[in-house]
């Protein structure tokens, strides 16, 4: 499942997935699978995403 709430979370800081991933410390081309639904991060992954774009898990993550 597309998760389109992290894409408009990062777009909503003109963040590049470039820039997300730098500042997590991972590829741009997992923070584009993670976007596709292609990918399921760890919690840590999870955790540092959200702290970057100052949102919660519930926010980014749950599905509902």
Sequence with gaps: MKNL???AA???LDLSQDDLAKK???SRQTIS??????YNPTIN???SIC???NKT???LFWEE
């Design 5 to 7: 709430k992290l894409k």
């Design 45 to 47: 992954l999870c955790i």
């Design 24 to 26: 997590c410390g991972v």
């Design 57 to 59: 898990l519930d926010e």
């Design 33 to 38: 699978a993670i976007e596709k639904g292609d």
């Design 10 to 12: 990062r777009a909503g």
């Design 51 to 53: 702290k970057v774009l």
